[in-house]
């Protein structure tokens, strides 16, 4: 899992699975290009890595329709992308009596709209080294069910349907498009999650992940796996990384 020389561009680097994965990419010899929209964590996050030089770009997902050309931008400042993982997302728990249109139209935007736009524009001529691996962080909640989860796993079931096609349709430019769909891991978003259920409930989630709770180096592995060399005969999977969660 040889990254040396090759630049990832990770959204959602500022926390959680976005900055382990980061972090994971610069000691694997990798230069990361850092994104979120807080700039003070984000170079936070960049002390924090080995290696270098790693880019800090501040930048709001929430207008897919400008992404694009943001990215091709990047490429001519930094250099080609070799790899994309979009980590960032929105965690919506609510029972569907209470969700909004409002609701629905933000977490598409940033957990689908906002991917599909990455896509778009790590695959133009110029942007990419001639090939590449795209991979978008879903979760199993794209793959069974859970009450109060259902905009959440509505995203991230779209994110595992899109890996499918679009791996079909940018096999022919050599560049690969994965999923990797984790339980939960120990982060930032695992406590939100944890405010918004029961003691009773969150004990209930923790057991039934067989192997207990994941830690962000679980996930980040995976993610790493699916950029380098070590994956190069595989696209358009989602790769379930969940303690045993799915196995039930």
């Known amino acids: 899992m040889d990254l040396s020389g090759r630049t990832v561009l990770v959204t959602g680097a500022s926390s959680g699975l976005g900055r382990g994965i980061a972090d994971l990419v610069a000691q694997l010899g990798g230069r990361v290009i850092l994104v979120a929209r807080d700039p003070v964590r984000l170079e936070a996050t960049r002390a924090a890595l080995a290696g270098g030089p790693h880019v800090v770009e501040a930048f709001d997902l929430s207008n897919p329709d400008g992404i694009p050309v943001w990215i091709r931008e990047l490429a001519t400042r930094h250099g080609v992308l070799h790899g994309l993982v979009h980590s960032a997302g929105i ?32 695959r133009q001529r110029g942007v990419n080294a001639g090939a590449g691996s795209i991979v978008f962080l879903s979760s199993v909640m794209g793959l069974v069910g859970q009450p ?30 994965n999923c990797v769909a984790p339980a939960v891991v120990m982060t930032g978003m695992s406590e939100e999650l944890q405010k918004n259920v029961s003691p009773e409930q969150f004990a209930q989630i923790t057991a039934q992940h ?34 045993g969660y799915t196995a039930q």
């Open 91 to 122: 965690l919506t728990t609510k029972p569907l009596r209470m969700q909004s249109a409002s609701d629905w139209e933000l977490a598409m935007r940033i957990n689908v709209s906002a991917g599909a736009a990455l896509a778009k524009g790590f």
């Open 148 to 177: 109060g989860q259902v905009l959440y796993s509505a995203t991230k079931g779209a994110l595992v349907a899109m890996t499918r096609s679009m791996a079909l349709e940018l096999a022919r430019e050599a560049i690969r498009v």
């Open 210 to 243: 067989p192997l207990g709770l994941g830690r962000v180096e679980d996930v980040a592995n995976a993610v790493a796996f699916l950029l380098a060399d070590s994956a190069r005969w595989i696209t358009g999977i989602t790769l379930t990384v969940d303690g």
